[in-house]
């Protein structure tokens, strides 16, 4: 395995055979069996496989976690060795955004609800660094978890609106056995508060389970996720949603699919999830 923090490393790497497929897994490092299904895939689709593990500042709000966002670059890389990856970039800060910087990418409508709401700049940090990602990687795939539903969206307006040349493959949410999705947040929890976190798949589930039986109302949908978080004392909903998984508005009706959404804060910890509905099944 090649481990760089240099631009030029990655390109050599890259154009080293320049018919060989690249399939890029962009991490904040922290990995779990999220990032390592990911991977997996990547592995899979194409004849080499490069994750980056960068914890991106501007994604951060000022009042966020960045300070205390989980870092173990030493087991990050120990697993990516046994998952037989072939190139780790690990750029610095000075790489990514040397002095000087002001190039910023913002997507607009779709960045705007859900999490943008709460986290007004979070999609201009991450549209920007998966941008950069994108042109120093040059992959021809690049795999996303489906947790991240919004991000999905938006760097897939991305790619559409700048003509990446990138295939944006989702990956299904890996989850621990009662149904919490994996996060490297989750490490903050408590053990009270972990066993609280598992209300945000409970009402997913509640709101999925209506939806398999024919509920249609938007608003229904919502008010089960808004009503299974609120009967949890250690949970603080932030929102609930049912909403058009292209464009994410809200829908009174639902027609052909629905993404169920929610943000919950458990003491100082924002957790999200989501279940995407089409037909009847989970995605
Ligand atoms: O999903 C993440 O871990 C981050 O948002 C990403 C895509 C690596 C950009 O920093």
């Given at each position: 395995v090649i481990v760089t923090g240099r631009i030029e490393d990655v390109r050599r790497a890259r154009w080293g055979d320049p018919k060989l497929s690249w399939g890029l897994v962009p991490t904040m490092g922290s990995l779990h069996e999220g990032h390592r299904s990911l991977v997996r895939r990547a592995g899979a689709d194409n004849d080499r496989v490069a994750v980056s593990v960068y914890v991106n500042?501007?994604?951060?709000?000022?009042?966020?976690?960045l300070d205390a966002y989980p870092r173990d670059p030493e087991r990050d890389l120990d697993l990516l060795q046994r998952e037989n990856v072939d190139l780790v970039f690990t750029p610095g800060d000075e790489v990514m955004y040397p002095p000087g910087f002001q190039t910023e990418v913002i997507v607009r409508e779709v960045a705007k609800p859900l999490e943008g709401a709460s986290r007004p700049d979070h999609f201009k940090g991450v549209a920007t660094v998966v941008a950069k990602l994108f042109n120093v990687v040059q992959p021809s795939r690049a795999y996303f978890g489906q947790k991240d539903a919004q991000q999905t969206v938006v760097l897939r307006q991305m790619v559409r609106d700048l003509s990446f040349n990138v295939e944006l493959v989702i990956c299904t949410t890996v989850r621990e056995p009662d149904g919490l999705a994996m996060s490297s947040?989750?490490?903050?929890?408590?053990p009270a508060e972990r066993t609280a976190a598992t209300v945000l798949y409970r009402a997913l589930s509640k709101a999925r389970a209506a939806y398999e039986q024919g509920e249609r109302r938007g608003a229904v949908l919502r008010r089960i996720l808004t009503k299974t978080i609120a009967a949890e004392p250690l949970a603080r909903p932030d929102y609930a949603s049912a909403a058009?998984?292209?464009?994410?508005a809200e829908l009174d009706y639902i027609g052909d699919g629905v993404l169920l959404s929610a943000a919950i804060f458990i003491g100082k910890t924002r957790l999200i999830d989501n279940m995407l509905l089409t037909n009847g099944s989970d995605f």
């Open positions: 500042p501007t994604q951060f709000a000022p009042s966020e976690d947040r989750n490490a903050y929890l408590a058009d998984p292209d464009t994410l």
